[in-house]
C-alpha cells in the first residue's frame, strides 16, 4: 500500500499557479536600438513589446515539463512510501536468573544419573538444569554461581544454548569453598535493576548455610521482594549434617516466604528433576508480541525522474541551439 509521511506537502501544489498569477512578470532591461523593422522582430522573436523591458514567452512544451518537474518535486518531499505487511515479533517477558552453589560441599556424591551410577550434587544439578533451560525459549536467562563470594555467569541472554554450555562447564571450588548465598541474593538484585521484563525471577539452589555473606539471605529477601523479584529456593543438602555443611533449611523457606517463591527439597536426582518440572509448570513462558508496519522509501524514484527529465531537457536545447544558429545566419 502507498503511503506519504509527509502529505500535507500535498498544499504546496498550486504555489507555482500563485506565484504566476500573483508576482510581475520578470523583466529584463536592456539598451534599446531603434530599427525600422522593429515589428517583424517581434514577431520573430515572439516576445512581447514593452516600455523599457522585454518579457519572454514561453512554449507550451516548456510550461509543461515545468509543472512536470515540480509535481515530481513535490512528490519527493512529501516522502512516498510503500507499506509492507505487517511483522509480528516475540520478545521475551521474563528475566530468569538461576543461583547456582559451587562450595564444597557440593561435590559430595549422594545422587545417581538416569543410569544409577553415583555422582556429586552439582553434576546431577547441571544434568537436570540443563534439561530446565533447553525449555526456557521466549525467556531471558542469566547464571550466578556462588562460593566465597557470588560471580556473574552467564549475563542475562536469550542465547540458550550459551547458557547451557557455561552451565556445563562449571566446577565445584571455582568461587571458593565456603557459601555466601546472601550476597548472591544481592548480585542477583544488582542484575535486575537493569531489566524491564514485567516478571523477574530467581531459582536459588544451595546444599548449606550461609557462612560468608555481608547480607544476611533474610535482608536480601526483603530488598527482593521491594523490587518485585519472586526467589524459588531449592535445598539440595543433607537435613542431617552439622557444622558448616548443615542445610539451612529455616533460611531458603524464608527467602521464599517472603519473595512469594516456592521452597523445594531435593534429597535425590528424582526429586531434583520432580522439582524443576514443577517450576518449569509455575513458571510458564511468557512473550510480548511487538508488531510494526516496515516501510521501503520511494523518494528516490520521483527524484530519478526528475533528474533525468532536466537532463533530457537540456540535451535536446543544446542539440537544437545549433540548428538555430544555422538557420538563422543561412543566406
Not at 523583466?27 to 523599457?52: K, M, N
Not at 512516498?80 to 547456582?100: E, N, T
Not at 523445594?264 to 531434583?272: F, I, K, N, T
Request: glycine share 6%; proline share 7%; hydrophobic share 50%.
Amino acid at each position: 500500500m502507498l503511503s506519504f509521511a509527509h502529505p500535507w506537502l500535498a498544499l504546496l501544489l498550486p504555489l507555482p499557479a500563485l506565484a504566476y498569477w500573483l508576482l510581475p512578470a520578470y523583466e529584463i532591461r536592456r539598451p534599446a536600438v531603434r530599427v525600422p523593422f522593429f515589428a517583424e522582430l517581434v514577431r520573430l522573436t515572439g516576445a512581447a513589446p514593452r516600455q523599457g523591458a522585454s518579457v519572454g514567452r514561453r512554449g507550451l512544451l516548456r510550461m509543461l515539463v515545468l509543472v512536470l518537474c515540480w509535481l515530481l518535486a513535490l512528490a519527493a518531499l512529501m516522502r512516498p512510501q510503500w507499506v509492507l505487511p505487517p511483522i509480528h515479533q516475540d520478545r521475551p517477558a521474563r528475566d530468569l536468573l538461576m543461583l547456582v552453589d559451587l562450595s564444597g560441599s557440593m561435590d559430595t556424591q549422594d545422587f545417581t544419573d538416569p543410569s544409577g551410577k553415583t555422582i556429586d550434587r552439582l553434576t546431577a544439578v547441571k544434568q537436570v538444569l540443563d534439561t530446565f533451560l533447553a525449555r526456557r525459549d521466549g525467556d531471558r536467562v542469566g547464571i550466578v554461581v556462588f562460593g566465597n563470594a557470588p560471580f556473574m555467569l552467564v549475563p542475562f541472554t536469550t542465547d540458550l544454548h550459551l547458557a547451557r554450555r557455561m552451565l556445563a562447564e562449571m566446577q565445584v571450588g571455582m568461587a571458593g569453598p565456603r557459601t555466601a548465598f546472601g550476597d548472591a541474593i544481592g548480585l542477583g538484585i544488582n542484575l535486575f535493576a537493569a531489566s524491564t521484563a514485567p516478571a523477574k525471577t530467581m531459582i536459588a539452589l544451595t546444599d548449606g548455610n550461609d557462612t560468608a555473606s555481608k547480607v544476611t539471605p533474610a535482608d536480601a529477601a526483603r530488598i527482593a521482594r521491594d523490587r518485585g523479584i519472586v526467589i524459588d529456593t531449592i535445598a539440595v543438602g543433607d537435613p542431617t549434617a552439622a557444622g558448616e555443611e548443615k542445610l539451612d533449611e529455616a533460611a531458603l523457606q524464608d527467602v521464599a516466604t517472603v519473595t512469594g517463591g516456592g521452597y523445594y527439597r531435593a534429597l535425590d536426582r528424582e526429586e531434583l528433576d520432580g522439582i524443576y518440572a514443577r517450576i518449569d509448570q509455575l513458571e510458564a513462558r511468557k512473550v510480548e508480541t511487538v508488531s510494526f508496519q516496515p516501510r521501503r522509501e520511494l523518494y528516490w524514484m520521483p527524484l530519478a525522474l526528475l533528474t533525468v527529465l532536466s537532463l533530457l531537457v537540456q540535451a535536446f536545447r543544446l542539440v537544437r541551439w545549433p540548428r538555430r544558429r544555422g538557420m538563422e545566419v543561412a543566406p
